[in-house]
């Protein structure tokens, strides 16, 4: 339903929020959300460049929420990674009997779509971050990697 670059960008905007709103390395960030690092350099100046995060280089540098996780929206993050959902405006089959509207099929298939895009709309990244659930969102559980956080080791 979405790409593998808008799941990445949406693991490393979630997991910026987890931390607090960053900052946060590209190679930290690459390595808690199993994301390429070459490849997340490209997105995150891509996020970047969206509003959705800021960057510093230097010590204490790197890449941070440019705004509160509860007003960023996944279908934001969507946005910026350039992967929206692709709605159905003519029959993908290239039926020309379908004419400027959809038949009921592709109409129910582009019903789906629009509720997926209200729902991606209406949810923010705070509200993932806040899910009841108990596995920690599209990142590894800290704690079971030792991976470094901040410069803090779990212990």
Known sequence: MI???AEYALRAVVYLARIGGGPA???EIAEVTHVPQGYLARILRDLSRAGL???RRGVGGGFALAKPAGTISVWDVLEAAESGIGRIETCPL?????GASLCALHQLLDDAIASVERS?????IQDILMSPRK?????QTLGTTGISIKGKRPE
């Open 3 to 5: 790409t593998q670059t």
């Open 53 to 55: 995060l800021t960057a």
């Open 135 to 139: 596995s920690k969102p599209l990142c």
């Open 120 to 124: 991606f709309k209406g949810t923010s």
């Open 25 to 27: 390395v590209t190679e």
């Open 94 to 98: 290239g039926i020309g009997e379908h």
